[in-house]
């Protein structure tokens, strides 16, 4: 049980953007300081939200707002000429479907009296200040979650598009996701690969990823997701569902303010994962606050360390400049670099050493070659 904060006055917060991070941050203050007054501002509508899933690696000190939908014990990494079986019980795979995880946090806000302000027009932050509609809605204090990368200069773009299949046989093999199988690059996308997530032996998602300078559409995406469906020779396959995203990587935080989510820096670069990073980060500021009254002396809470972010800026500066090369860089890394350091690398949650054991399987001359000459 948290330890809950009661002020003599309650404190009036406010949060542009009622996405996982709005959301999550909402309920991480109300579980702290239960008298506290929220209000969330959001250009979109209450419902529907789009259709997605958030996967991520649960560590021992994983957040889960909702029970996850879906866990695998052991991943595979995979390409023309590999294959590779990562045990990961440690630090199960895990997957939560967006629809749950919106409903239920979106019905429990309301039961705790947060006030939402949907289909906004315009949601402008000005100190600690709402500007919308006209009208300006003063808060002892303002945190912007909202996703926006309007005007912003991505290093590269993670678009996917996943569809959710039924087989009339029982082909899948629920024990073991496929995180990635390298495929062969594409004009205009450095890196793209496939993605399965069987959920029992009759049903999965699968999913079609590229990195790329722009997001490709789904269209794209869900013809390369059919032709690795026919490759296998699995037959009567029917799609139930399907998902969309395009995730900008490499973004600075934009928020002069206090920030969490793709707003604080959230995404990480490398990978597009942001869930558990925004868990924590919501986390580590709502205490903050419990624990700073009256005057709020309140400081940004940090996404990645320094040296992650450089590594992860370098990675992506040598596909986006010699995007030919991508898939021979990713094979080498995910074929050499041990195994509990790559699984900790990839869920963000490993230190500098364990970092470099796995950034020193890098293809290093093609990596300098991509980061000082290009090369296509």
């Known amino acids: 049980m948290l330890p809950q904060v009661i002020y003599p006055v ?3 917060i406010a949060i542009r953007g009622a996405g996982a ?6 309920r991480a203050l109300l579980e702290r300081m239960p008298e506290a007054s929220v209000s969330i501002f959001d250009r979109r509508p209450r419902f529907p939200h789009p259709k997605r899933t958030f996967c991520f690696f649960a560590d021992p000190g994983a957040i889960c707002p909702v029970p996850p939908t879906y866990r695998w014990n052991r991943v595979i990494l995979a390409g023309t000429d590999f294959k590779r079986i990562l045990d990961c019980h440690d630090t199960p795979y895990t ?19 947060v006030q939402f302000y949907w289909a906004c027009d315009d949601v402008e932050i000005d100190r600690n ?7 300006a809605h003063a808060f002892d204090l303002v945190v912007d979650a909202a996703f926006n990368a309007e005007g912003r ?22 024990e073991a996701a496929l995180l990635m199988e390298l495929q062969d690059c594409e004009p205009g996308t450095p890196l793209r690969f496939a993605y399965l997530l069987p959920t029992s032996p009759y049903t999965a998602l ?9 997001p490709f559409p789904r269209g794209w995406h869900l ?11 699995w037959g009567g396959i029917e799609e139930e569902d399907s998902e969309y995203g395009a995730i900008p990587l490499g973004l600075k935080s934009r928020s002069a303010g206090l920030s969490v989510g793709s707003a604080g820096g959230a995404i990480r670069a490398s990978t597009g994962y942001a869930f558990q990073t925004i868990q924590h980060q919501v986390a580590n500021l709502a205490q903050q606050i419990a624990d700073s009254p009256p005057h709020l002396r309140l400081t940004q809470p940090t996404a990645f360390p320094a040296w992650m972010k450089l590594g992860d800026h370098l990675f992506l500066q040598a596909l986006a400049s010699a995007p030919s090369r991508g898939t021979a860089m990713m094979e080498q890394l995910l074929t050499q670099a041990p195994e509990r350091e790559l699984i900790r690398f990839l869920a ?9 054991r796995v950034m020193v399987k890098v293809p290093k001359v093609a990596m300098i070659r991509a980061l000082c000459f290009g090369g296509g």
């Open 129 to 135: 200040q709402i500007l919308t509609g006209g009208r």
């Open 206 to 214: 699968i999913e079609h990823t590229a990195f790329s300078p722009r």
């Open 10 to 12: 309650p404190l009036s």
């Open 21 to 26: 991070a709005g959301l999550s941050l909402a």
């Open 95 to 113: 997957l939560t479907h967006g629809d749950g995880f919106f409903t239920t946090l979106l019905a429990d806000l309301e039961s705790r009296g």
């Open 223 to 233: 013809e390369r997701c059919r032709a690795w469906l026919a490759a296998r020779g």
């Open 348 to 356: 963000g949650q490993a230190s500098l050493w364990e970092a470099l």
């Open 153 to 174: 200069e991505a290093v590269l773009w993670q678009s996917f598009t996943g569809i959710w299949v039924r087989s009339p046989q029982p082909i899948f093999n629920p």
